[in-house]
T-cell receptor
Framework: DVKVTQSSRYLVKRTGEKVFLECVQD?????MFWYRQDPGLGLRLIYF???????EKGDIPEGYSVSREKKERFSLILESASTNQTSMYLC?????????????FGQGTRLTVV | GESVGLHLPTLSVQEGDNSIINCAYS??????FIWYKQESGKGPQFIID?????DKRQGQRVTVLLNKTVKHLSLQIAATQPGDSAVYFC???????????FGTGTSLTVIP
């Protein structure tokens, strides 16, 4: 089975802290994604990466950065956490493109910024 | 960005009845569609997919219908069970692309 693992299920951080969310996938997928999920807003794409050291902005990249030093790992960084970044964060991975390339999700990290 | 929406944010059905969850998409070029199920406290899980060259695809107790003319997607769940209670998302993408666009989700509650 494809496994996408996020390092933490729950995190509580203080305003202004630098926060790292880690994601690892074990299926040699080229694409990796970070979404945030908020009630009534669905999944919104923050950043995605289609190759090592490559990254593309999604719909809401402000306040976030990412790092992809290895194919299996994609990190989301909150440079200076703010309360409006309290959310559920979901990592996903998929093959590069083509039929049957659905996204596989991790279990999510619920981040609370106080 | 793309606009993928669901007609109803919540749906309640009696156990044993059939459920129908609807989704509208806006990009007529989208050619691959996926339904996800998200249980409380978990990440979304793949249920079924369909390509744009198909109108219907069946899985185990689930059927996806695609109407490209009106850009509409539906998920039918037969004999709905309590374990089907979850939020259901549709997603669209391009076969040649590598981004997914998700709807806001429909919360399905199964009444025993």
């Amino acid at each position: 089975d494809v496994k996408v693992t996020q390092s933490s299920r729950y995190l509580v951080k203080r305003t202004g802290e630098k926060v790292f969310l880690e994601c690892v996938q074990d299926m040699d997928h080229e694409n990796m994604f970070w979404y945030r999920q908020d009630p009534g807003l669905g999944l919104r794409l923050i950043y995605f990466s289609y190759d090592v050291k490559m990254k593309e902005k999604g719909d809401i990249p402000e306040g976030y950065s990412v790092s992809r030093e290895k194919k299996e790992r994609f990190s989301l960084i909150l440079e200076s956490a703010s309360t409006n970044q309290t959310s559920m964060y979901l990592c996903a991975s998929s093959l590069l493109q083509g039929w049957g390339t659905e996204a596989f999700f991790g279990q999510g990290t619920r981040l609370t910024v106080v | 960005g793309e606009s993928v929406g669901l007609h109803l944010p919540t749906l309640s059905v009696q156990e044993g009845d059939n459920s129908i969850i609807n989704c509208a998409y806006s990009n007529s070029a989208s050619d691959y569609f996926i339904w996800y199920k998200q249980e409380s406290g978990k990440g979304p899980q793949f249920i079924i997919d369909i390509r744009s060259n198909m109108d219907k695809r069946q899985g185990q107790r689930v059927t996806v219908l695609l109407n490209k003319t009106v850009k509409h997607l539906s998920l039918q769940i037969a004999a709905t069970q309590p374990g089907d209670s979850a939020v259901y998302f549709c997603a669209e993408t391009l076969n040649t692309g590598n981004q997914f666009y998700f709807g806001t989700g429909t919360s399905l509650t199964v009444i025993p």
